[in-house]
């Protein structure tokens, strides 16, 4: 449902196994599979009674009434695996459209219901119910009750969000900004001398940048296999305490680089690029995060905002800056969106974000807001470096000025 939402994607598609965006007359692909794995009349109930269960009937209606189609058109094929049959899809969808003010719609669902079920006492009861609310108010015929999206009370920026989710990364106008170029970085060192990484400005107030090829495949499957053993439900901070929380659905590890000496390296590489002191306690460990189908992190900031964040148990000051390596492609979603910055950068494996979270006078800038999209289809894998304000005095001097 939660990418049904976020990705605008209709449900009768879905249940044929398409991945269509339909905004208006306008229908876009999300995603083409190669083989179309349709959902049965039971897949369907089974969807839409989760969410009848929980009162939600702006996700429930759609649902129920493709379970109802599907069924009536496959009606005395019976399947084995099938849990549900015609007359519970009619039951439940004939109560959802009462639940949502459509008592016409109500009524007529019981009475079909009846025709299979004709000794059923309760639905016989709800068919004189709403034959007696009909009578007394027959407008009600007429109500077209238009049910609101179920609102998620801590986005209020869900709208920018799901754009920027939709577009999948592609925002065409920012290559036409002459600022924003690509070239090879060397930093300087003598490491990225011999061999220097691809960098592409995707945006500069916030600066962001993309460093493309940072690790190899064979260093990605390495970095996920090192951390799939350990992999935990994320939690958040959240006060003083760490909670899972439903804005952040993925699983993750922390890998410590005595785990394996591969991650020395990738600490001296980062350490390379970005001119900033990774060593602990000056930086975190890596964490390792690996999001499934549905798997999401809604906008957030990497920086602490309280001064009670648990982020300042390591004594070296607030996160300046985020490193994040994609260490997977996705097939559909899973796009980082900048939602004040108004960019997001699609997956692009191998390739490490970069973006300083903190202005220099120590400030956070409230611009860094952003988010991991839904993951539509495949299984994303990316890994965070965080590195703090201390021991970075003279690699990124402060300032006074609350804009630099
Ligand atoms: O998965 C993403 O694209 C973003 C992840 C993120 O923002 C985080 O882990 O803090
Ligand atoms: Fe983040």
Known sequence: MRLQDVYMLNVKGLARGVFQRVTGSAVTDLYSPRR???????????????????????????????????FRGSYGEWKTEDEASLEDALDHLA????????????????????LYSPDNKRMARNVLKYEKLLAESPNQELAEAVIQRPNVPHLQTRDTYEGLCQTLGSQPTHYQIPSLYCSYETNSSPFLLLQ????????????????????????????????????????????????PVEYRISKSAWLKDTVDPMLVTLDHRIAALTGLDVQPPYAEYLQVVNYGIGGHYEPHFDHATSPTSPLYRMKSGNRVATFMIYLSSVE??????????????????????FWWNLHRSGEGDGDTLHAGCPVLVGDKWVANKWIHEYGQEFRRPCSSSPED
């Open 196 to 243: 220097p990484v691809r960098k592409e400005v995707m945006h500069l107030e916030p600066y962001v940048v993309l460093y493309h090829d940072f690790v190899s495949d064979s260093e990605a499957q390495k970095i996920r296999g090192l951390a799939e053993p350990w992999l935990q439900r994320s939690v958040v901070a959240s006060g003083e305490k760490q909670l």
């Open 36 to 70: 179309l794995f349709s959902l049965t009349a039971d897949d369907c109930f089974q969807v839409g009674k989760v969410a009848y269960d929980m009162g939600d009937y702006y996700h429930a209606i759609p649902w129920l009434e493709e379970a109802v189609s599907l």
């Open 332 to 353: 559909a979603g899973g796009a980082t969106a900048f939602i004040y910055a108004n960019f997001s950068v699609p997956v692009v494996k191998n390739a490490a974000l």
């Open 95 to 114: 109560f959802a459209y009462f639940q949502a003010g459509n008592v016409s719609c109500a009524l007529s669902l019981s009475r079909e219901f009846l």
